[in-house]
Every structure is written in structure tokens, then in C-alpha cells.
């Protein structure tokens, strides 16, 4: 299945895909360190998000979520690529600084609507071209 | 899918851009540009002031990121304030974390100074002696002064993040789109208080647990509360809006007859039919207080700590009050207040810190006690009047958490274990 994406930040990735059911915040929910949501409140708090497609509804909460996701991007412990439901410029600009300090990148695109469900889908694949206003989710 | 229409630059941007104000002015244009794209600005504006959040320290990648700025010389264009940092410069023997992270911390802070920012180190700089007007557009990084500028000073500013606040400094410019834009202020959900009581809608513990609730709800609408007393003050404002913003990236929100842009409803939707209406209840109310931190009275506590964010004056003087009523006893549990250290100065000026200095409170300044290493390493549980602090704390450094009324967390710091005044609660 192919899905049309709204291209934000660069970049193709492919990863096991991860749904998550409820909106994060990277700082204060995520550990750069390990990878995973340490987020209390979150329904899939421990969950490691390193290497994974990931689908999130939103962003939310502290300005410092750039920061956690640049933070993660020098360590290897981010996510392939971030696909979410509604544009999160804080999301986006952690991806931004990260390739423009250590030339990784995190394509993150959004849906602009509701997530698709998983179903029995293994693996994802996110192609993002912002310059050229092009952007896909496929889901295998 | 298609990108929007193009972001269209001045030919002095396109400039700057390329590099003709310096390197570090054109890598932060690169950002500012980048970050247009992903807001599908059409083109720049100007701001009148920054306020800085990427001054804690949380990784190297922050460090990385200033020390590169510093390096090709970077200056703001516009005054700019400074968020809490990770180190309480003060008192920095308060800090408990590995000493290469305090220096880095340091560092961290001492390249934001060098590139012209002004050391306010507060998290609160709506309670600085100048802050912006209504219809004035700022950068304004850190979610709690974002929403209160949106929100309750009326100026205008999106969700900025680390990174986005120094390099929006340093052009003086950002991408006209959000919050800085009319038709993204209009109040879209309505949250209706009608059916709540007198003593419920005037509780101390109310307005975090509202504001939980309402971040829960609103879903990235703008929310609209319609019923709060007409005396809401600023410090009650401020609650709502952080744990608002904490429970769920809500950046603006308007309460009607209290907000500038709100006099009536119809002014807060801006013309437009609400989308929705949520008829508060206080067992929604309850709900959201519970799920801040309903640990049992008589539960034993490691540490007691307010001011998230940032203690104003008249806190101070409730605190004052709050304590009048356990002097002369210590307290068991110890008690932090973290504050800005002009407001702290200014406290003191006013006599409100001689009762809590000799009741052995701890005031943090420049810092706070929910992201970094302040409390002591054994803190297990502590108790907090900040629905922000009762949100991040747990994941942050390890600790549950009571939340309760800033009267409850004296009392709880004098018992040594939570009590509480369920008053209208009940």
C-alpha cells in the first residue's frame, strides 16, 4: 500500500513500522540514550523507537523535543523516519538540525489527516523530497 | 501530495541567506527558510523580541549546535531572554548530577551570553519587567511562555523549539504562519465550566487539573474556556496553561472576559461557530487532578517542590502565608521553590523569604527542580503544586508524584507525608 505524504524534512528510510495511540512529546517522554518512551502517562511507555518507522498522531508539549530528536540523531537511537497525522514544526526542526550538525537525516513527513492502520504490515518504507514537493509512505 | 506555494524572500534575506551577514547569520537563515517550508509560510516577518529554551542542557547535540554558532560569530538582532538553564549558577553546589555534565551545562549558558542574550535564565519571562504587547510578534521558545504570550499577553508567537528560538534571534525573522497569522487564533473548542461550583472553580489545585484536562481534550484546536471568576489571575492563567501545554501542545487558548482577544465568546471564535463543546464536570475535573498524582494522604514524602513554572511575587507571598500557619516547626520533608532570580531578588526586597529562609525552604533559581539533578539522589516521592512538574517528573528524574494545592504541599512538607484539604473536592 501507498500512501500520498506531505514531504517536511529529507531523506528515503525503511523500518519495522510503530503506531503509537497517543501524541509524545520527545523531551520528558523519550530517552535519547536507549531510545525508548519513558513518558508515564503514555500507553506505550518503554517501547524503543530506534529504527523503527514511526506513526504518531502529534507532537506535543516542550519546545525541548527538537533538541531530544537532534540529541538522538548523533547517537543513533532515533527513529528511521516519523510519519505524522498533523505537522509538528518541533519534530521537524530536530530533524533539520540533526542532518545539518551531523549529516544524518530523519525523514519526517505528515499524513495531514488519520494515521493508516498497520494491519499486518512488517515493514515501512518513507521517501521524502521536500525541495520537490514529493513524499510517500509504503507499507509492505 | 504537493508542497504549498513557495517561500518567497526579500532580496536583503536572500542575502543574509547567502551568507553576505556571515556564516552563522546564513545557517541560521538556512534553518529559518527550512522551517518556513515545514510551516508552508509564503514569506518572513519581523519579531520584536526571542526568548531562548535551548539553554538547558540535554545532550551534546545542544552544545554541538551553539558552540557552531559562537564560532562563526553569531549576535542576536533582537533583545533576547534566556530560559532556565541546567545549573543553578547562584547556588551551584545545589546541583547533584556528574560534574562534566554541570560543565558542560555551563558552557551551554555561557555561549548563549556570548551571543548576546540577555541572562534572565527564567522560565517565566512574562514576569520580567518588560514583555511584549498585544498583537507584538516574538520567538518565543519553552511551552509554558508560549502559551502565556499567545494567550494571556496577546502577543503572537508559534510553538518554537531549541535551535529554531537563537537562529529566529540572530535574523530577527520568522515564518509568517501559525499563531503569528489571524485565522489560527480563533477559538475552536469550547470548554464550558458552567456546571462546576464556587469553591471547585476557586480551588488553588484547580487550574493545573483544567488545564490537564484541557490539553487531554483539545486535540490541536484551539481551546476556548468559558465560566472561570472573573478574578483568575495571572499566576492561575499561568497553571492553566502549562499544564495545558504539558498534557497536550496546546500553544494558545482563550478564556472569555479574561484573555485580550477574548471580551465574548464570539470574539474568542473569531466570527466562526465552535466546532465543539466539552461541558465540564467536576468528576472530569477530579479525574484530571487524579491523574496528576492521587497519592493517599499519610503517604511518606521524599521532597516537596513548587514554582513550575517559575514562582511569581505573589506566590511568594501565598507561600508566606502557607508557612505562617506550621511555623515555628521544621519542615520533615524539604521543600524547593524554583523561581527567577529577579523575582527572587525582588522577594526578598519584599520580605516574603524571611519566614521560608529560616524554615530551611530551598530556592532554586536559573534552573528547576523537574530536569535536573536538584533533589536528593534517594527521592522516591515527592508532592508539587505544578501540573507541569506532576507531568514530566516521573519520566524525568524517577520520581512519583502527589499533586496537590500549593496549601497541601506546606502542609505535606511540615507533615513529612501527603496531606490533604478536600474541601470543594469532595
Known amino acids: 500500500m501507498r500512501l500520498p505524504v506531505r514531504p517536511l524534512t529529507p531523506g528515503t528510510a525503511t523500518g519495522a513500522p510503530l503506531r503509537l495511540r497517543e501524541s509524545l512529546s520527545f523531551w520528558g517522554g523519550f530517552d535519547a540514550e536507549t531510545g525508548a518512551i519513558i513518558d508515564a502517562h503514555h500507553p506505550q511507555r518503554g517501547e524503543v523507537l530506534t529504527g523503527r518507522v514511526l506513526l504518531l498522531p502529534a507532537g506535543r508539549g516542550s519546545s525541548s523535543g527538537s533538541a531530544l530528536l537532534a540529541e538522538a540523531l548523533r547517537l543513533g537511537t532515533a527513529p528511521a523516519a516519523i510519519v505524522l497525522g498533523r505537522v509538528d514544526e518541533i519534530i521537524a526542526l530536530g530533524a533539520v538540525v540533526g542532518e545539518e550538525l551531523y549529516g544524518r537525516l530523519c525523514p519526517v513527513v505528515s499524513a495531514e489527516g488519520d494515521l ?20 510517500e509512505l509504503e507499507l509492505g | 501530495m504537493s508542497a504549498a506555494a513557495p517561500l518567497e524572500l526579500t532580496a536583503e534575506q536572500r542575502a543574509v541567506r547567502e551568507g553576505e551577514a556571515g556564516a552563522a547569520a546564513a545557517l541560521a537563515m538556512r534553518v529559518v527558510c527550512r522551517m518556513a517550508g515545514v510551516a508552508g509560510a509564503r514569506r518572513l516577518r519581523p519579531i520584536a523580541s526571542a526568548h531562548i529554551d535551548g539553554c538547558i542542557y540535554f545532550g551534546v547535540s545542544m552544545l554541538d549546535f551553539a558552540a557552531r554558532l559562537v564560532e562563526l560569530g553569531a549576535r542576536v538582532t533582537v533583545p533576547t531572554t534566556t530560559n532556565v538553564g541546567s545549573i543553578d549558577l547562584i547556588h551551584p553546589e545545589l546541583y547533584r548530577g556528574p560534574a562534566t555534565t554541570a560543565a558542560a551545562a555551563r558552557r551551554l549558558m555561557d555561549a548563549y551570553l556570548a551571543m548576546g542574550c540577555e541572562a534572565t535564565w527564567t522560565c ?45 534571534a540572530i535574523v530577527g525573522l520568522v515564518p509568517d504562519a501559525g499563531l503569528h497569522r489571524d485565522e489560527n487564533r480563533r477559538g475552536e473548542v469550547v470548554f464550558d465550566l458552567s456546571g ?33 471568576p472573573a478574578d483568575c489571575d495571572e499566576d492561575q492563567l499561568k497553571a492553566i496553561g502549562a499544564s495545558a ?30 466546532r465543539r463543546r466539552v461541558e465540564v464536570s ?35 507571598a501565598k507561600l508566606d502565608a502557607a508557612l505562617a500557619d506550621v511555623d515555628p516547626a521544621e519542615l520533615v520533608a524539604p521543600l524547593y521553590v524554583s523561581t527567577g532570580r ?48 506532576a507531568y514530566y517528573a516521573p519520566g524525568n528524574i524517577g520520581v512519583d508524584v502527589a499533586f496537590g494545592s500549593l496549601r497541601e504541599c506546606v502542609l505535606s512538607a511540615a507533615a513529612g507525608a501527603v496531606v490533604r484539604e478536600e474541601g470543594a473536592w469532595t
Open chain 2, 196 to 228: 462546576l461550583g464556587e469553591g471547585l472553580l476557586r480551588s488553588d489545585a484547580f487550574h493545573p487539573a483544567l488545564g490537564h484536562l484541557v490539553g487531554k481534550e483539545a486535540e490541536g484546536e484551539v481551546p476556548v474556556i468559558v465560566g472561570l
Open chain 2, 282 to 316: 467536576a468528576a472530569m475535573v477530579r479525574g484530571a487532578r487524579d491523574a496528576l498524582g492521587a497519592m493517599p494522604p499519610g503517604t511518606a514524602l521524599d521532597a516537596v517542590c513548587v514554582g513550575t513554572p517559575h514562582f511569581s511575587l505573589t506566590e511568594f
Open chain 1, 116 to 135: 493508516p492502520e498497520l494491519g499486518a504490515s512488517t515493514i515501512a518504507t518513507v521517501r521524502s523530497d521536500p525541495d520537490a514537493g514529493r513524499g
Open chain 2, 245 to 274: 501545554a504539558s498534557a497536550g501542545g496546546v500553544a494558545m487558548f482563550h478564556a472569555v472576559g479574561l484573555t485580550p482577544e477574548a471580551p465574548t465568546l464570539a470574539a474568542a471564535l473569531g466570527g466562526a461557530t465552535e
Open chain 2, 124 to 168: 517565566a519571562p512574562y514576569q520580567l519587567r518588560a514583555r511584549p504587547g498585544l498583537g507584538e510578534h516574538v520567538c518565543w521558545a519553552e511551552s509554558n511562555a508560549i502559551v502565556f504570550a499567545n494567550s494571556v499577553l496577546g502577543a503572537r508567537t508559534e510553538r518554537y523549539g531549541d535551535f529554531m528560538d537563537i537562529c529566529a
Open chain 2, 342 to 389: 529577579w523575582v527572587w531578588e525582588e522577594a526578598r526586597r519584599r520580605g516574603h523569604l524571611e519566614r521560608a529562609e529560616r524554615l530551611g525552604v530551598t530556592v532554586v533559581v536559573d534552573t528547576c527542580t523537574y530536569n535536573t539533578r536538584i533533589l536528593p539522589e534517594e527521592a522516591r516521592r515527592a508532592m508539587t503544586n505544578s501540573g507541569k512538574w
